[in-house]
């Protein structure tokens, strides 16, 4: 799985919710909120970049079942 199947949902998350939060805010100007939003966009985004690591696509492997007993049999 590739990062960015990760960091892109998180940073439209982070849009609707910055987006909807400062709907209320009628003091705020426009361009003010947009900046904030795109700022909270690509810090998240950034932030989950790194956090999400180098090793996504390292998962370790399933146990092999081939040394394990059946049934009835003995050894």
């Known amino acids: 799985m590739k990062k960015s199947k ?12 910055a987006t ?3 709907k209320d805010h009628t003091d705020v100007p426009i361009l003010h909120k947009v ?6 966009c690509i810090i998240s985004g950034g932030l989950g970049y790194l ?15 081939q040394h394990t007993n059946k ?3 003995r050894k």
Do not use: E, R, Y
Request: hydrophobic share 55%; aromatic share 2%; net charge positive.
């Open 71 to 73: 049934k009835g049999s």
């Open 35 to 40: 900046l904030i939003t795109i700022g909270a």
């Open 20 to 22: 909807w939060i400062l």
């Open 6 to 17: 990760v960091v892109i949902p998180i940073m439209v998350v982070v849009a609707v919710l």
């Open 51 to 65: 956090l999400l690591g180098s090793d996504v696509q390292k998962v370790d492997p399933k146990p092999n079942q």
